[in-house]
């Protein structure tokens, strides 16, 4: 499946790779886009147990988006 693959492949990145990712994703914003998100149906997902994104960035994307459908995974 999909989810295994997944969980392989990242199980099997070494966490030098991932330490060296990680500045990466905390200077990511992509806020400029939400002008033109906020024209369009959108689904956020966020998962509880996400070691990257966490829950708080899906519920304040989703309050930024008027035609948002927020969803949050539980045990995931």
Not at 32 to 46: G, I, T
Not at 50 to 67: K, S
């Amino acid at each position: 499946s999909l989810v295994r693959f997944t969980a392989e492949m990242n199980a099997a990145t070494p966490i030098g790779v991932v330490a060296a990712f990680l500045p990466l994703f905390a200077g990511n914003d992509q806020r400029a886009a939400l002008p033109v998100l906020r024209r369009v149906p959108a689904l956020v997902v966020a998962a509880e147990q996400d070691r990257l994104t966490p829950v708080e960035h899906g519920r304040d994307l989703a309050e930024e988006l008027p035609n948002a459908e927020y969803v949050e995974v539980a045990d995931a």
